[in-house]
């Protein structure tokens, strides 16, 4: 076998022409979608007043394994894929482990983030409808300055909701997505209904997806021509980050590397069920098996802490009931928390495979997250973002475990992009000044105890 190179690039021609939907290979699939007032499972007529039309088929197809991806979509891929998985030699030589460490670095668009793999298709099908644009909302920002991006090259209106504390903490984010074209507004705002009724509830919110996304989800359905857009969480945006981990597949197997674990930061599950997904898919057909791990935030801990249940997707429980493990759509993350990773509900996907035991998952608390990106910088010379952090924080953790054991693992972890825009929160670990917040078991309770009864 060749020398490993430090980074493995894939041929222009070696990029996926398909995407792959995990639930094909699931025997047990992902609950359904059920409508809030019918408690019935939702259909795609009821769907496509939210969402564009193709993207309802995406949602509800939990059969097809493999879905083509079009030509103009595989184009705009083109300027930034396929992305290099990268061997750590420098991280491996500095912590002294036998582990061999590889991760698949999304943060080389101008994004910023593994985000634009899905807004580039959202934003296709929305043109291809012929709708005037599309609303969504956004956390800390990366995927509303990925949506805006790609709305400007498919020439759509872009409307972004944004959670309040990033807004204000994030002023370059907004101008990004500015510059792009889009408009910005800090949520909860007084130009919905929905906006207006949480100010009154909780005067003084810094907001959180949850809110955004209802005042998104409104603003589409009460304007002519426009649908709404979600970065995360859905089946669909998992669907279109499966060329992550169908590029990362390809890159091992071409130098033969078997990955014994895979790592990725868990907000909403893309990333995650993408990077996974073909790996996920090999373990269904009982073909292989893989150490899979979801790392959240301990600050919101859907997977270790919450409840596999129906739950609201948002918060002014606009949008259709999903089946996920959640903290109730009333939970709050502190706004002490940095960055991304902040949904209080997980991926329908990332949930089946969690309850059925195929993946693991784990919480790190935010100091310790902040320390392992100040190494990784110090020494792979990429500032991540926080929210890759996460995985950078398990598989240092990882690597350390196997310097002990002397087994020389495969660890594979998903970079999910770069933390220029958080300098923010690095100034606050600098400065000695980030804390780590832990909700107890009375406040989750809290939100938790207002599930719906299903
Ligand atoms: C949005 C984001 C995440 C988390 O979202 P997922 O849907 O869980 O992938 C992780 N990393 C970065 C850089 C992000 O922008």
């Given at each position: 076998m060749s020398e490993i190179p430090y980074k493995i690039y894939l041929e222009e021609?070696?990029?996926?022409?398909q995407w792959y939907n995990v639930r094909g290979d699931m025997?047990?699939?992902p609950a359904p979608l059920l409508?809030?007032?019918?408690?019935?499972p939702v259909t795609a007529a009821e769907l496509s007043h939210v969402f564009c039309d193709e993207l309802v088929s995406q949602e509800l197809d939990?059969?097809?394994r493999f879905i083509d991806i079009p030509e103009e979509i595989r184009s705009f891929y083109r300027?930034?894929?396929?992305?290099p998985l990268v061997r750590a030699y420098c991280l491996e030589e500095k912590l002294k482990t036998p582990a061999h460490i590889y991760y698949k670095f999304e943060g080389n668009n101008t994004s910023g983030s593994h985000k634009l793999n899905s807004a580039i298709a959202q934003a296709y099908y929305a043109k291809k409808q012929g709708l005037k644009g599309v609303t969504t909302e956004t956390g800390a920002g990366q995927w509303g300055t990925a949506l805006s991006m790609a709305c400007s090259y498919f020439d759509l209106d872009c409307q972004v909701y944004m959670v309040k504390v990033s807004y204000e903490q994030k002023p370059f984010r907004r101008e990004v997505m500015r510059t792009y074209g889009a408009t910005v507004t800090p949520s909860?705002?007084?130009?919905t209904s929905i906006g207006r009724k949480i100010n009154e509830e909780f005067p003084g919110t810094t907001g959180s997806l949850g809110c955004a996304i209802s005042e998104a989800v409104e603003a589409a359905t009460s304007q002519e021509g426009y649908r709404y857009v979600l970065g995360s969480v859905l089946s669909q945006v998992l669907l279109h980050q499966s060329v992550i981990g169908l590029e990362t597949k390809a890159a091992l197997d071409k130098y033969g590397i078997k990955a014994d674990m895979i790592i990725g930061c868990a907000g909403g599950g893309s990333n995650l069920g993408g990077l996974i997904a073909p790996f996920a898919g090999e373990m269904l057909r009982g073909e292989n098996k893989y150490e899979i791990i979801a790392v959240e935030p301990a600050s919101c801990p859907s997977l270790t802490r919450g409840v596999y249940a129906y739950d609201f997707c948002d918060t002014g429980k606009v949008c259709p009931l999903a089946k996920m493990y959640t903290l109730g759509s009333g939970f709050i993350p502190s706004a002490?928390?940095?960055?991304?990773?902040?949904?209080h509900g997980m991926s329908s996907i990332v949930s089946e495979l969690y309850d059925q035991g195929l993946i693991k998952a784990t919480s790190v608390e935010q100091t310790n997250v902040f320390e392992a990106a100040e190494m990784f910088a110090r020494v792979e010379g990429i500032l991540p973002a926080p929210e890759s952090s996460h995985a950078i924080r398990v598989a240092l953790d990882e690597a350390l475990k196997c310097k002990e054991t002397g087994e020389a693992k495969n660890i594979v972890f998903g970079?999910?992009?770069?933390?220029?825009?958080?300098m923010v929160a690095y100034q606050r670990y600098n400065d000695h000044e980030m804390n780590d917040f832990i909700p107890t078991d009375e406040q989750l309770q809290k939100s938790i105890a207002k599930l719906p009864k299903i």
């Open positions: 021609g070696e990029m996926p022409k025997k047990k699939k409508n809030p007032g019918t408690g019935q939990d059969t097809s300027m930034y894929r396929p992305s909860p705002s007084m130009e002490n928390h940095a960055g991304g990773l902040r949904y970079l999910t992009g770069t933390g220029y825009f958080d």
